[in-house]
């Protein structure tokens, strides 16, 4: 729970955790308050008058004090803002990755502790994905990732971070075939083989610079397969941690 609140230009912040005042006034005078509003969530528990207290007397006031201070031209105004329910504040974003990359997925949320977290791929919960984060090492095929995020007082959902593994796209036009692929990295190599079944050390190097789309004088018997020859790279899905 957030509590607001101040005199004139004075405003405090701060979190409810017991019985609380909410005191207005300014100096040399009786506390008293202009102007009250807020709300609460239909999950909540009900607000009594034995958890929020304001105090105020206005109407002692009236007039000009000394020092030519007039309280009734003064202003107050607070504010109460309850949350129980668990909103996440940021979700992951989409990724798109070449195979054996590290993908890094994380969520923000805020709500009434304790948090519990759950990662799932196509709604389905993946086993062990119980943090805010998650990482897909040695990735070798895209999916749909999302965060549950669970209270007492209930649940949310992150938005979908759709995680794509790069393809090849081949295009033939009788002598050459013009090779393409989304993601862009100078340190992407691109190998062809007409045996897709030696080891990848074997096949040749048909671009070395990430550099897409390109043409190569081969027929339809050859395959490609691009890879990063510094090593897999790192994605973050949330913009705060790239």
């Not at 190097?205 to 050859?222: E, Q």
Request: net charge negative; hydrophobic share 35%.
């Amino acid at each position: 729970m957030v509590i607001g609140g101040g005199s004139q230009a004075s405003a405090a912040l701060g979190s409810l955790g017991t019985t609380t005042t909410l005191l207005h006034g300014n100096a040399g005078g009786a506390p008293w308050f202009r102007a009250i509003g807020g709300g609460l969530s239909t999950v909540s528990l009900p607000l009594v008058a034995d958890h929020v207290k304001i105090i105020g007397n206005k109407a002692a006031h009236g007039g000009t004090i000394a020092g030519g201070d007039d309280y009734n031209n003064a202003s107050c105004l607070s504010g109460i803002i309850i949350t129980d329910k668990p909103v996440v504040t940021m979700s992951p974003r989409p990724v798109i990755a070449a195979p054996h990359d590290i993908v890094h997925l994380r969520g923000i949320a805020a709500g009434v502790p304790p948090l519990t977290y759950q990662w799932r791929i196509g709604g389905t919960a993946i086993p062990g994905a119980t943090t805010n984060s998650y990482t897909i090492p040695n990735i070798a095929s895209g999916g749909d990732y999302d965060m549950v995020v669970t209270n007492l007082y209930g649940s949310a959902t992150s938005s979908v971070s759709r995680v794509s593994l790069d393809k090849i796209d081949i295009k033939y036009d009788g002598t050459n075939a013009i090779v393409s692929w989304k993601y862009r990295d100078p340190t992407l190599v691109l190998l062809g083989s007409s045996d897709p079944t030696l080891p990848l050390a074997s096949w040749t190097t048909v671009a070395a610079d990430g550099d897409s789309p390109v043409t190569a004088p081969v027929t339809t018997d050859v395959q490609y397969y691009i890879y990063s020859h510094t090593g897999p790279n790192e994605f973050n899905s949330n913009p705060y941690d790239q």
